[in-house]
């Protein structure tokens, strides 16, 4: 059986072969959810094939909002017998199993066979009759399901949509018929919510800071984020060209922005790893470069359709050669809306290459959230005018704070000159080691501005616990769950969560673990990359830490079974 969760939760998990529209059925049941008012977060397993193998989607949701994945499962829907057998031991005891009519129930105390052949004679709506069958049992409301279904499928075509509403009808029908012993939740007033994948938020978050340019080779789970990024194109004006491979399009984005574009480029670990010249390309040059770097297992290709945080070393020491960057690593789909748009601002501000690190189950899991607030997010800093035609200008000017007055070349009267190799400052190509050692410092100058926007990492809990948990990017929800389950009134425990991971002010956050008891560091990477960077930073060592690195999505069990095991649950 599965573990304890909150009474106020209840977790439904429909699994079966790529290809019977699982995440389809996931995502409506999802945002009807999120109408309904219920706080909603949802994950997905998804084997690396086009048709076929196990696929399980589960909707994690409750009348408060759910920070991270849930455990035991409430409701299975199995659309094969494999993934009765798979989750079978997740499901709780009050918990309930649907599955088809020709499926084998031995060994279950409570399941339900839906009779699919009988009910509908296409086998393409099976899974909208059990979606009717799931929203009948949560006792969501008729229109607010069938508005759902209803905007997924459109009106283009009549007929489908029609096929579908009769057989979302045909399985609250039936389910009806039926008088299952299952409880669902109360009613949640949470209205007024959006539900968005990170990926979708990332997007959104760049197309509010005005991102109008993206360049990307496909590459899971990174190129949902151009996909968003192309549903928007005609109405936001971006434009997004699929190039011939990762160096070209990283490259066509440095083109891009040299000619005045706000460029963003999305991509994983493999792709982001032959992008490396062209991020020391965009340092020397001092073009904004905005990558966003989707991470999933490697090395190699890895797995390529899972989770992990293994890319943190990646991103901080990507390109060669020595020149300022900026890391910034969303913890939840909010922050994937606010930090890609200050993402974009550094990197333009700082005319500097600005990594935003996300990972397989940030940007793909769906979340519902309040509507993002434009209004906060700031413009981005804008090249300058070439009207004034300015005598000697110096496009790497040596200035004070290292930033270079930028103009765009062809826009105005001015002679914009730019190299790859070392240049003076009016961008011819020079060996002189006076200029070499004066561009190198005035490049290297640009972290100390960078230092004085980094966002600080967020604490909670008592002043000197006697557990701190450290969490970066997308481990954020699960440990702050976890804390506050550990918590009591003989344990004092609190966390501390960094969105940006480079570059580090120790001053901000040094203090917090000096003052606690023990310090855990919570990650999904082997080798505790974020740990060994903080060492390297500060000299605080963190010796005792949690980490994952088989694919799959850190939570609450997993994190407690890791304490308990080491004697600090």
């Not at 009988?118 to 069938?146: F, H, P, S, W």
Request: net charge negative; proline share 5%; with cysteine.
């Amino acid at each position: 059986m599965g573990s304890d969760k909150p009474q106020n939760r209840l977790q439904v998990r429909i699994g079966g072969e790529a290809g019977q529209g699982l995440e389809t059925v996931g995502q409506m049941l999802a945002k009807a959810l999120t109408r309904s008012g219920y706080g909603v977060l949802t994950t997905q397993s998804a084997m690396s094939r086009i048709r076929g193998g196990h696929n399980y989607f589960s909707v994690y949701f409750g009348t408060e909002q759910p920070l991270a994945p849930g455990g035991q499962v409430d409701l299975l829907a199995a659309f094969t017998q494999e993934t009765v057998e798979i989750h079978q031991d997740r499901v709780g005891e009050r918990g309930l199993v649907l599955l088809g009519e020709d499926m084998d129930t031995q060994g279950m105390e409570r399941s339900l066979q839906i009779p699919f052949s009988q009910l509908v004679e296409e086998k393409i709506v099976y899974n909208v009759l059990a979606l009717g069958v799931l929203a009948d049992l949560l006792k969501l409301d008729t229109e607010v399901i069938d508005s759902v279904v209803r905007d997924t499928l459109g009106s283009r075509h009549e007929e489908l949509l029609e096929n579908n509403l009769q057989a979302l009808q045909k399985g609250r029908e039936w389910l009806q018929s039926q008088s299952p012993d299952f409880q669902s939740l109360g009613t949640s007033e949470q209205k007024d919510r959006l539900t968005v994948s990170g990926s979708q938020a990332v997007a959104l978050g760049a197309l509010a800071a005005g991102v109008n340019f993206c360049s990307f080779y496909p590459m899971s789970p990174a190129t949902s984020i151009a996909i968003n990024l192309v549903g928007h194109a005609e109405s936001a004006g971006v434009v997004v060209e699929q190039a011939e491979d990762e160096i070209a399009a990283v490259n066509m984005a440095i083109g891009a922005t040299f000619c005045g574009a706000k460029s963003l480029v999305p991509t994983s670990g493999g792709g982001f790893a032959l992008m490396g010249e062209g991020v020391s390309l965009a340092g020397m040059t001092e073009t904004p470069l905005l990558i966003v770097l989707a991470q999933r297992p490697g090395p190699a290709t890895g797995l390529p359709t899972r989770t992990e945080q293994g890319d943190l070393e990646l991103a901080l020491h990507s390109g060669h050669g020595e020149f300022p960057r900026a890391i910034i690593a969303p913890g939840n789909h909010e922050e994937c809306f606010s930090l890609s748009g200050q993402a974009l601002r550094l990197a333009e501000r700082y005319q500097s290459p600005v990594i935003l690190l996300v990972d397989q189950y940030l940007v793909d899991s769906i979340r519902s959230v309040p509507r993002f607030d434009i209004e906060a997010l700031q413009d981005p800093v804008q090249p300058g005018s070439t009207e004034q035609g300015q005598e000697g200008y110096e496009r790497f000017a040596l200035t004070e704070d290292g930033i270079s007055p930028r103009l765009i070349p062809g826009a105005g009267q001015d002679l914009v000159v730019a190299d790859s190799d070392e240049h003076t400052p009016e961008g011819h190509i020079t060996e002189d080691r006076r200029v070499r050692t004066q561009m190198v410092e005035k490049r290297l100058k640009k972290m100390e501005g960078l230092r004085s926007e980094v966002i600080a990492p967020s604490y909670q809990g008592p002043d000197e616990p006697d557990l701190l948990l450290v969490s970066w990017g997308s481990s954020q929800g699960v440990v702050q769950e976890t804390a506050g389950m550990l918590h009591s009134e003989s344990r004092q425990v609190a966390t501390l969560h960094f969105s940006q991971v480079w570059p580090l002010v120790p001053e901000q956050f040094l203090e917090c673990l000096q003052r606690a008891g023990s310090v855990i560091s919570v990650e999904s990477n082997a080798t505790g990359q974020f740990a060994g960077l903080l060492r390297r930073e500060t000299g605080f060592e963190i010796s005792q830490q949690v980490l994952r690195y088989d694919g799959h999505p850190l939570t609450t069990d997993f994190i407690l079974k890791k304490l308990e095991d080491s004697g600090l649950a």
